[in-house]
């Protein structure tokens, strides 16, 4: 996109009566940055039009860390739920051949899924190397006769507001005025009776809340062409410009759109809001006004007193219970000021609410409902929202999913109201379920239970650090590679190697990853770690934008530097890099060096930087190469530190994978110290990400992790086990520095596994197997006794990194079962281990096709897996990155004899996929919906799959 059409859009006012110079976008700042980029936002507002099949062109992080991560729902097609990527490698990129990959992936999506339209994302890197993407879309779109959309919004464009922008324009420019309307079903009209046609503008019906509004509208005679884009199809945006009013519902994100069809059909338009029975009422009445009908606006008086008088009587006893309750609103846009009319029809008083995101206008509504003194917080970050919380004693903080363990670790209530909710609050219907919801949270027992202090004195932490180890021998078949043939990447299976080293780093104490590139990359990898172990992440971004990302972005990483250094003092910054900084050619050495010439009074805070671009590798050789860099820049030869391997002979070191949880982690831990041995575990993510409350309210830096000071005395220790095949290259750098011996174990998953372990540990300790281990033993025999008769014979699909893959298929054929189905996002030489046939190198469309045909009984994979085992019909264990859809994932125990015994439990148990209550599916009579995509089985020929792989509609 040029500068000057990105211009426009930023000039696009930020109130219905703008200030002089008044725009409604901030310029991001490297190192103190928050929130996604343009790419994020044009995706977040297009991606609910469920018939289009939604193409982010790009390397992997941008849809790998994004995709199927929105509570938007559809009563329909599901295809807006299927991730699609053309997954760029480092030879498209370099060789040119990024176009032509796109060609083929658009052929590719038309052909397997027959969409309404194609949308296809820009993103960073083929935006920075010159793609031509309209073209592209307009030569496939020739060719096949399908529409095919070029959304331009690379991440470094600019914010995620300037993408919601970009989005609505995209869909003025290219879709809007495309058909008409279809006729009124019949005997819709009658004497008295007008049907008038109206559209939704930012209502993205999230956890189906738009369903709650329906029917209402229904009743009054409004028939909704289109709701952009919740809930939306193609055909619906293409005839929004016959509409009679537009609603605009989210304000700052396409308040263009509504200016855009006003000026060109000279329709009229208002802003308001279903939260809340009086807006509910406002919003129809407002529908009525601007129609003129008068037979309209006595039925809406009508439909308002009924509602009103029905809601009244059932919200009394929630009003009762609520009454004097103290609520902190963090959110903006729209909902600053419509929850607050939500919030204060149950006699909730609102002390404050969150207005980053509010229009000029917004925060004149705020101060209408709270008062010209209303408290409008602009700069809402966590240390900020707690200090309000204790100032004004709050009892709920209202706010979106980042901001959900910032409250609960500082033991506050919290409701979520942002996109990745699972309860729906629209519509006269929707307050009772906030009301419910409020209570359940403040109400609830937990609070008592944590605010009260231990019955104990806390002790101090065992110290952590690295560990590294000899190859035992293992038995294991070699599997046949099958590497990827085909353009487009459909639901990935990959993250981005950017964020796996960033995983890394978040295990080391006081330190704060910093990635190299646009801001939507850290954003991105920020939901997706949050959602993951439900924990605030400290992460930052140097925030490229479209000047930098031409002209060079050496000042972005040292300006970053500088301000993490002066605001936070850590004790290790990581700085790993992304596809945009490499596609740029980037020194990233030359420039930390930059920084070191500039700032020589924070050469004491350590800065590993690691090349890390998401065209090559997944999140597991990220994380080692993080691994490896740590090695290679903080942990002095052994003849320089005068170290010698075996002078702490009750030390070991711990190098351990991506693959291990925190719980596994600290297992190991609990485990080796057993044998009176002390642990140096490198990353140690059990002590930084293991989901434990601290007096500290909030930190921007990791609480707790390996200690950087501790890397000065690897080389003493006795020895180091190495868990995971991934880190071999690492393992080898630390042996080569320090000398001492290594012992390297595959995994640990699985009687053979462990016994090598304990085994080892014996040795090392020179002391005999405790016995409250060989219980442990004793009880996963046991357990492999009851479970061998379920699991024999039983046919397992798997689709996980390389390491994680192997520890699976090892411990299922130590039961008797098989793997007949192995999909891994990389090629990696320990996928040869696997125990199957045949590794697959793809995505989870490929684990659907492999596990169809080979006749798989259960699934095991990460939480996006769920889609297709519920398609599938078949039961899933979840396991690996990302898990979000459970709680306790992140924790969960996998290896050793008991976390062994658990597995094996879970995997006889697996009978039932458990689901969360949704609102139903409304399909509106006088709907533009064809009839037949309500059928059962639609889907199946729309989308030209299986019916055995696909879910009724």
């Not at 320089?640 to 991506?658: D, F, M, S």
């Not at 030489?829 to 046939?837: G, H, K, Q």
Request: hydrophobic content about 40%.
């Amino acid at each position: 996109m040029k500068r000057k059409d990105i211009a426009i859009l930023l000039d696009e006012p930020a109130r219905t009566h703008p200030k002089p110079g008044k725009s409604g976008c901030a310029k991001p700042k490297p190192g103190a940055t928050a929130g996604g980029c343009a790419f994020d936002g044009a995706q977040i507002a297009l991606l609910p039009i469920a018939d289009v099949a939604h193409i982010v062109h790009g390397s992997i992080a941008c849809a790998g860390n994004s995709w199927d991560n929105r509570g938007t729902r559809s009563s329909g097609p599901s295809l807006y739920r299927i991730g699609m990527t053309t997954d760029l490698t480092e030879q498209d990129v370099v060789m040119g051949r990024s176009e032509q990959r796109l060609l083929h992936a658009i052929r590719q999506a038309i052909d397997s899924y027959h969409p309404a339209a194609v949308f296809v994302y820009n993103t960073c890197v083929p935006a920075l190397i010159g793609d031509d993407l309209e073209a592209v879309c307009k030569e496939a779109q020739g060719r096949w006769g399908t529409p095919v959309v070029p959304v331009d919004g690379a991440g470094f464009y600019g914010t995620k507001n300037l993408g919601n922008r970009i989005a609505g324009d995209t869909m003025v420019k290219y879709v809007c005025s495309g058909r008409e309307p279809d006729p009124l079903p019949a005997g819709s009209e009658r004497p008295g009776f007008k049907v008038h046609d109206v559209t939704l503008i930012g209502e993205y019906n999230i956890a189906g809340e738009l369903w709650h509004v329906l029917p209402l509208l229904d009743e009054l005679g409004l028939r909704v062409l289109c709701a952009l884009s919740g809930d939306a199809r193609f055909r619906e945006v293409q005839t929004m410009h016959r509409s009679e009013v537009n609603m605009m519902v989210c304000s700052k994100a396409m308040l263009n759109v509504a200016r855009k069809l006003e000026a060109a059909f000279g329709t009229p338009w208002f802003e308001g809001s279903f939260y809340g029975v009086k807006d509910v009422s406002q919003a129809l009445r407002d529908f009525a006004r601007l129609i003129g009908d008068p037979d309209l606006t006595k039925r809406t008086e009508r439909l308002i007193a009924r509602e009103e008088a029905r809601i009244a009587a059932e919200l009394a006893p929630w009003r009762e219970r609520l009454a004097g309750c103290k609520a902190l609103l963090y959110t903006g846009g729209v909902k600053s000021w419509s929850i607050i009319a939500a919030l204060q029809d149950l006699g909730i008083e609102v002390v404050a609410t969150g207005t980053k995101k509010s229009t000029g206008d917004d925060k004149d509504r705020i101060q209408a409902l709270m008062g010209r003194d209303a408290l409008m917080i602009e700069d809402g970050n966590p240390r900020t929202l707690l200090e309000i919380v204790r100032e004004h004693q709050v009892d709920v903080l209202i706010a979106g999913g980042r901001n959900m363990y910032t409250a609960l670790k500082a033991r506050l209530p919290f409701l979520d109201v942002n996109q990745e909710r699972d309860f729906g609050y629209a519509g006269y219907t929707g307050m009772l379920e906030l009301a419910r919801q409020l209570c359940l949270t403040i109400e609830s027992p937990v609070w008592a239970t944590i605010r009260r202090p231990p019955p104990w004195v806390r002790g101090s932490a065992p110290e952590h650090g690295v560990a590294t180890a000899p190859h035992p021998v293992w038995d294991a078949p070699r599997a046949e590679i099958v590497k990827r043939r085909k353009a487009l990447s459909v639901n990935p299976l990959k993250a981005s190697p950017t964020i796996g080293a960033a995983l890394a780093f978040l295990g080391f104490r006081r330190c704060i990853p910093m990635l190299h590139g646009s801001q939507g990359c850290a954003a991105f990898g920020k939901v997706f770690f949050v959602r993951h172990f439900r924990e605030p992440i400290p992460l930052q971004t140097t925030a490229m934008d479209q000047g930098s990302a031409v002209m060079g972005a050496n000042e972005n990483l040292v300006e970053g530097l500088k301000t993490l250094c002066q605001k936070h003092a850590p004790e290790l910054i990581g700085v790993p890099t992304t596809g945009l900084v490499e596609t740029q050619g980037t020194d990233i050495r030359m420039a930390v060096r930059m920084f070191r010439d500039q700032y020589p009074q924070f050469d004491a805070i350590p800065v590993v930087p690691v090349a890390t671009p998401d065209f090559t590798g997944s999140l597991e050789s990220g994380y080692a190469l993080a691994v490896a860099a740590v090695i290679g820049q903080l942990v002095p030869r052994a003849d320089a530190a005068g170290t010698r391997p075996g002078r702490r002979p009750r030390q070991v070191n711990l190098l351990v994978g991506a693959q291990l949880t925190p719980g596994d982690l600290e297992y190991l831990k609990d485990l080796i110290e057993r044998f009176g041995l002390h642990p140096i575990v490198l990353p140690d993510l059990s002590d930084s990400l293991d989901g434990h409350l601290t007096e500290q309210d909030f930190s921007p830096l990791t609480v707790g992790g390996a200690q950087v000071a501790d890397l000065a005395v690897l080389g003493d220790s006795a020895a180091t086990l190495v868990v995971g095949a991934s880190l071999d290259a690492a393992a080898d750098l630390l042996a080569e520095r320090t000398g001492v011996p290594d012992v390297r174990f595959p995994h640990l998953m699985g009687l053979a596994a462990v016994d090598a372990l304990v085994t080892e540990l014996a040795r090392i300790s020179a002391t005999p197997v405790p016995a409250q281990v060989e219980r442990q033993r004793s009880q996963l025999q046991d357990a492999m006794l009851d479970t061998h008769f379920m699991l024999g014979r039983s046919r397992f699909a798997l689709a996980a990194d390389a390491d994680l893959l192997v520890g699976f298929s090892d411990l299922l054929a130590s039961l008797g079962a098989e793997t007949v189905a192995a999909v891994a996002p990389t090629n990696t030489p320990a996928l040869e281990r696997v125990r199957t046939a045949k590794v697959e190198i793809g995505d989870l469309e490929d684990l659907e096709r492999t596990t169809r045909e080979r006749g798989a009984e259960v699934l095991i994979g990460n939480s996006h897996a769920a889609p297709m085992a519920e398609r599938s019909g078949l039961p899933l264990l979840r396991a690996g990155f990302p898990l979000y859809d459970q709680v306790g994932g992140y924790q969960r125990l996998w290896i050793g004899y008991p976390g062994t015994r658990r597995t094996l439990f879970d995997l006889a148990n697996i009978l039932l996929s458990l689901k969360k209550g949704e609102i139903r599916p409304y399909h509106s009579r006088l709907s533009p919906k064809p009839a037949r995509e309500w059928e059962a089985g639609d889907m199946r020929a729309t989308y030209g799959l299986k019916a055995t792989v696909m879910e009724a509609a």
